[in-house]
């Protein structure tokens, strides 16, 4: 089994800037994707952004020119830069990534870091 485990989640001023890093580790033949997620109290998961294995970047409308993805040269850990952070940026952060077992895949997940921007 593959186990994400993320860092870097806090708490800011609006403006301020977090970095966010996820890394896989366990058995498995590679991964695909790897993104971001997050989940506002009382609201629905949403992708914030997404990379794949070449490297393209997708962003959520809400967070374009503002969020940085990125992935490690090993390929397994992704990164979220964070600048100019606003409250409406508050929730809990989950890294995600498509496995590739060889003859099966499937999605794995982080545990969550919540942020916290205060106005």
């Known amino acids: 089994q593959v186990q994400l485990v993320e860092s870097g989640g806090g708490s800011v001023q609006a403006g301020g800037s977090l970095r966010l890093s996820c890394a896989a580790s366990?058995?498995?033949?590679?991964?695909?994707?790897m993104g971001w997620y997050r989940q506002a109290p009382g609201k629905q998961r949403e992708l914030v952004a997404g990379?794949?294995?070449?490297?393209?970047?997708n962003y959520a409308d809400s967070v374009n020119g503002r969020f940085t993805i990125s992935r490690g040269n090993a390929k397994n850990t992704v990164y979220l830069e964070m600048n100019s952070l606003k409250p409406e940026d508050t929730a809990v952060y989950y890294c995600?990534?498509?496995?590739?077992?060889?003859?099966?895949?499937?999605?794995?997940w982080g545990q969550g870091t919540l942020v916290t921007v205060s106005s």
């Open positions: 990379i794949n294995s070449s490297g393209s970047p």
């Open positions: 366990g058995r498995f033949f590679s991964i695909n994707t």
């Open positions: 995600n990534a498509g496995i590739f077992y060889g003859l099966s895949s499937s999605d794995a």
